[in-house]
Nanobody
């Protein structure tokens, strides 16, 4: 079995920073692309950033210049450093990864709440 566990969410003031972490565990052979999504009430989940196994990155326009995605392959962990946060960044953030365990499939974490408010 494979699990993704996120951490690092919380309440932060506008202009502040948070670092989200997502650790994969279980019978993992390889991890390919890893991604962060966000979701607000009544809206579809949307991609924030992704990183490949060789550290190629992609950012949504809303994340460019303020967010940084990175990964530690030795720890099977992906990070999202979020700086200069704005109230509109408030959402539940989900980790997603393509993992080769028994076969290759996508896995989701349980989500972590990020609230940006004064």
């Amino acid at each position: 079995q494979v699990q993704l566990v996120e951490s690092g969410g919380g309440l932060v003031q506008p202009g502040g920073s948070l670092r989200l972490s997502c650790a994969a565990s279980g019978s993992i052979r390889s991890i390919y692309d890893m991604r962060w999504y966000r979701q607000t009430p009544g809206k579809q989940r949307e991609l924030v950033a992704s990183i490949s196994s060789v550290a190629s990155t992609y950012y949504a326009d809303s994340a460019k210049g303020r967010f940084t995605i990175s990964r530690d392959n030795a720890k099977n962990t992906v990070y999202l450093q979020m700086n200069r946060l704005k109230p509109e960044n408030t959402a539940v953030y989900y980790c997603n990864a393509d993992i080769f365990a028994i076969g290759i499939r996508g896995y989701w974490g349980q989500g972590t709440q990020v609230t940006v408010s004064s």
